[in-house]
């Protein structure tokens, strides 16, 4: 039984991190996209909502390098019907 608990403990410590990490990301997504020059203010709002509302986005976005963000940011604006 006690180590079902452990387990059940476990678990939950890496769900809270993992949630803590994610709203981080989320933040530096909304942060980044604050500093493309190229983007409108709703671009970058609209933006944020499609990339945040799944984390493999999340992922991609920041894994890209700098140089290719806003290529992604306007491919995924255009393929949500934002452009």
């Not at 604050?34 to 709002?45: M, N, Y």
């Not at 499609?50 to 604006?77: G, N, Q």
């Amino acid at each position: 039984m006690q180590d079902d608990t452990n387990d059940r403990l476990d678990k939950l410590t890496n769900r809270v991190g993992f949630e803590f990490e994610l709203s981080k990301a989320r933040k530096e997504v909304i942060d980044i996209l604050s500093g493309i020059p190229d983007l409108t203010l709703v671009q970058q709002i609209d933006a944020s909502e499609i990339i945040i509302d799944k984390v493999e986005r999340v992922e991609l976005f920041m894994r890209l390098p700098e140089a290719s963000r806003l290529t992604y940011v306007m491919h995924v604006l255009e393929k949500h019907g934002h452009i």
